[in-house]
């Protein structure tokens, strides 16, 4: 059996995607902060698609907890043949001028973290010739968004091209993709739609197609791209807007 280790999975875009590896006969690993929204959230896909997922419960921006996922998936018994690096997010006060408190914690969220769990579990990932995502952003394109958020963010994407040349001898692929403006319960686009209509429609009518993107969508073009048969996926970085940027 395969496995597919999904960081900050209990709800929105890493829910979505663990949800569709699921639908591919791939046992999901969610981890997220909360054991209850965890629980939820592995029922639900148990009930569409009849596999248990593995949850862990535990906020990897803390410095001991990735290296507790790594035992925790190791005492499992298990290897997981596909990692999606979907934890990330806004930091409190990350706005004009960022102190430095919130640069290194916008870095740990949606940077450090991911690179780290890399490190930890390489040896692993190696012998199941894994697969390795990094979600990032288009605003690493457009440079509009907090500049907290914005320069952690666009730090995957040299992270991608160096690793994909040295990882790529031994098994490995890496890749990046870069949704727009996801749209999903919670998402920020969500909250929008209910606290800023205005703002919410001023971005709303630079889409393409009158939408968002919808995080589903964005999920099973990730899956997809796990399941080809096919190394040239390598180093890539995908935008995922609907031609927007």
């Not at 663990?18 to 909360?34: E, M, N, Q, S």
């Not at 004009?96 to 973290?113: A, D, G």
């Amino acid at each position: 059996m395969d496995y597919a280790l999904i960081t900050g999975s209990s709800s929105g875009l890493g829910y979505c995607i663990a949800k569709v590896f699921a639908k591919h006969g791939i046992t999901p690993i969610l981890t997220g902060r909360d054991q209850a929204s965890l629980n939820r959230a592995a029922n639900f896909i148990q009930r569409e698609s009849a596999l248990n997922p593995i949850r862990f419960a535990g906020n990897l921006t803390d410095d001991s907890i990735p290296m507790a996922l790594h035992r925790f998936i190791c005492d499992q018994g298990i290897t997981p043949r596909y990692l999606v690096h979907n934890l990330g997010g806004g930091i409190q006060g990350d706005c004009k001028n960022p102190p430095l408190c919130v640069l290194r914690k916008s870095f740990r969220l949606n940077f450090e973290v991911s690179i780290e769990i890399n490190s930890i579990f390489y040896d692993d990932l190696k012998k199941t010739s894994a697969k390795i995502v990094h979600i990032g952003s288009t605003s690493s394109l457009h440079h509009d968004a907090p500049p907290s958020y914005l320069t952690s963010k666009s730090a995957i994407l040299p992270y991608v091209k160096n690793a994909a040349r040295s990882f790529a001898k031994d098994g490995l692929t890496i890749f990046a993709v870069l949704p727009g403006m996801l749209d999903h319960p919670g998402s920020y686009v969500d909250r929008l739609r209910i606290g800023d209509p205005d703002r919410h429609d001023r971005f709303l009518e630079k889409m393409t197609y009158g939408q968002f993107v919808p995080s589903i969508e964005v999920a099973h073009y990730i899956v997809s791209l796990c399941l080809v048969e096919s190394n040239m996926i390598n180093g890539s970085i995908i935008t995922i807007d609907g031609g927007v940027d």
